[in-house]
């Protein structure tokens, strides 16, 4: 008799030692943090085994957030609250940590926009060799130790804020026969160094070898606006150097109306283009503030309309996104605006490193047949599914352009400052 106790406490204790596991609790088990919006049900689904085993508490609640009661109860209050998961009510195997966000509404977007940015400093493109007085090769910036992909932010203490700048003090300092003192910054570093300017047989100006970008330029689409602060969040990634594939270090930049005059199609292994132009500020114009891995963000100038909603819609947590059927919105022609079907494929919650929170397929015949799929410039077309915005394109599949990557509207959301309230971590209470 004793032995065979002894062996369904064994039994009993390997049970448990394996659900404790950090494998298998992320895999029937909730996050750590969830993030739900006010009047959204909690919607914490487990496997029916787990289901009538797992005790859920209250055991932190400093924002006084409430639930309506029942097995799915709903968030009635901003703010924020711990729950404490155990097996039988015994045996803890989780906390989570559950923010409460204002429910926030959005007008949503699918306008064509011109992005023009002014980076902090000049960017090094390239390098090159310069022929002197003598026919001598003489390279001033490789002997500076100066590289593609570094970006000047001053001469002799002046910060550089154009190529026009730049050249115009190259200029000076080289009739004046002196060197110059150059801040250059590489990747999170920043260091000093001496450029020789030499006069070049060919041109006759004074040259250091650089070859340089002071701003950038593209197509893309607008994500949202939220009329209550003016802000916006567009394209859904992060801008890079076309030449050195670095994210730009925004020093001031905006964006425009752009009209698209044409559509490069896609096919397998090469992607389309839509080919606009920029309108100015004629059809809208703001700044651009932030430049993340999940899009750019700032302020417009006047407010967004949209004609196919009359009055802002709600931002989706990623929670609430499923598979199905769902809309995108984007420009193919001129200025105008239309809505195209396509099909959630898959959600990937855990993917905000990259930002590749949903695959969708386009289903519409007409946009596969004018694109053949998703394309350049298509980059932060809004998803929208049951009258939410849920996401924004980022991504196409090079070897099938019906198929791509969007980004989480309510990640594009935190980082543009919109959710920054509701994200303050609990500290645990003094004992």
Known sequence: MRGKSCGIICCVLMFLAGILTYQVQGTFFPPEKHLVSVGQPL??????????????????????????????????????????????????????????????????GGQSIGVLIHARGIIV???????????????PAS???????????????????????????????GVAGQSMEVEVKRGKETFNTTLNPVLCKETSDYRVGLMI??????????TFYEPGSKSYGALGHIITDISTNHPVDLQDGKI???????????????????????????????????NTRLGIFGNLQKPLDNTFFSEPIPV?????????????????????????????????????QDGKALVIKITDERLLDQTGGIIQGMSGSPIIQEERLVGA???????DPTRGYGVSAEWMLEDSGLLEDSNQIIQEPAA
């Open 213 to 222: 970008r002071d701003s950038a330029a593209g197509v893309g689409t607008i």
């Open 393 to 399: 394109v980022t991504h196409v599949f090079v070897n």
């Open 256 to 290: 425009v109306g752009a009209s698209v005059q044409g559509i490069a199609k896609g096919k397998r292994g090469q992607p389309g283009e839509k080919i606009g132009i920029l309108q100015g500020d004629k059809l809208l114009s703001g700044t651009i503030s932030r």
């Open 43 to 108: 919607n914490l689904e487990f496997p029916a085994s787990l289901e009538k085993r797992l005790k859920m508490e209250i055991v932190n609640n400093k924002s006084d957030v409430l639930f309506t009661s029942g097995s799915n109860p709903v968030a009635l209050h901003p703010g924020q609250l711990k729950l404490r998961f155990s097996l039988f009510g015994v045996v803890p195997v989780r906390d989570m940590l559950v923010s409460v966000a204002p429910e926030v509404r959005v007008v949503p």
């Open 316 to 352: 989706a947590m990623t929670s609430q996104i499923h598979e199905g059927p769902a809309e995108i919105l984007t420009v193919l022609s001129g200025d105008k605006v239309e809505k195209f079907s396509v099909d959630i494929l898959k959600i990937n919650p855990q993917a905000r």
């Open 143 to 173: 002997l500076a130790g100066i590289k593609k992909g570094d970006v000047i932010l001053k001469l002799d203490g002046e910060e550089v804020r154009s190529d026009r700048q730049f050249k115009a003090l190259v200029a000076r300092t």
């Open 125 to 139: 493109a390239g390098e090159y060799d310069v022929v002197n007085q003598d026919d001598q090769k003489i390279n």
